[in-house]
């Protein structure tokens, strides 16, 4: 059972231009959340997704990004008019249906230069 | 707001010393604790998970203590090796909340 797939590893943007980050779940993992860690920082919870729905967006910053998590695909994290705040590792994590716990991917870095 | 604290930031200790890393947060009405491993550029490797009801977990060499009425946690590392070298986090999960709330980590390194 593969684990959970992020793509891409590593991102480069500049500062206006718009990021998607993709998370492919552990099979049979319905539920999909997302966490940012910011330089220095500890990870922080972004957003909680099922299939189709977003569960608990409280993390997710008011502008500029978004999430979806579709019937078919990956869940993607986007985000329009990127800016250099916004350089950090991202990181997906999935759980099975009884979500005792969470199983983390390997993360995306994005750049913004 | 549950915040998590973890302490120290880093430490560096010779191999084959036990040591312990510690963690607390501030509202104890948790579901779970998790202590994960996080190398450079990597991803998180969950550790040990212990329920509310649980007063500790033991894998290999690892083990988790949870005191959950003073908001502590400890993470205890048996003969400690060079391979140990890692910033170790721990997650507090809420009770109705699917969120897990960091710490910012310990960086440990063991010298050979």
């Known amino acids: 059972n593969a684990g959970v797939m992020q793509n891409p590893r590593h991102l480069v943007r500049r500062r206006g231009q718009e990021a998607r980050l993709r998370c492919s779940p552990m099979k049979g993992h319905s539920h999909v959340y997302w966490y940012r860690q910011l330089p220095e920082e500890g990870l922080k919870f972004m957003v909680y997704?099922?299939?189709?729905?977003?569960?608990?967006e409280s993390g997710m910053p008011k502008e500029r990004f978004s999430a979806e998590f579709p019937k078919e695909g990956p869940s993607i994290l986007r985000i329009q008019q990127v800016v250099r705040g916004d350089s950090a590792a991202y990181f997906c994590?999935?759980?099975?249906?009884?979500?005792?716990?969470?199983?983390f991917g390997p993360g995306t870095r994005l750049l913004v230069l | 707001k549950q915040e998590v604290t973890q302490i120290p930031a880093a430490l560096s200790v010779p191999e084959g010393e036990n040591l312990v890393l510690n963690c607390s947060f501030t509202d104890s009405a948790i579901y779970n604790l998790q202590w994960f491993r996080q190398d450079p550029g990597k991803g998180l490797t969950s550790l040990l998970l212990?329920?509310?009801?649980?007063r500790e977990q033991t894998s290999g060499r690892l083990n988790a203590s949870l005191d959950k009425s003073s908001g502590r946690s400890t993470l205890y590392i048996a003969a400690s090796q060079p391979g140990d070298s890692a910033t170790y986090l721990c997650?507090?999960?809420?009770?109705?909340?699917?969120?897990?709330?960091f710490g910012k980590g310990t960086k440990l390194t063991v010298n050979p």
């Open positions: 212990i329920q509310s009801s649980q």
């Open positions: 994590a999935s759980s099975p249906p009884t979500r005792e716990t969470q199983y």
């Open positions: 997650a507090v999960r809420g009770g109705g909340s699917e969120k897990l709330v």
């Open positions: 997704l099922q299939k189709e729905n977003i569960i608990d």
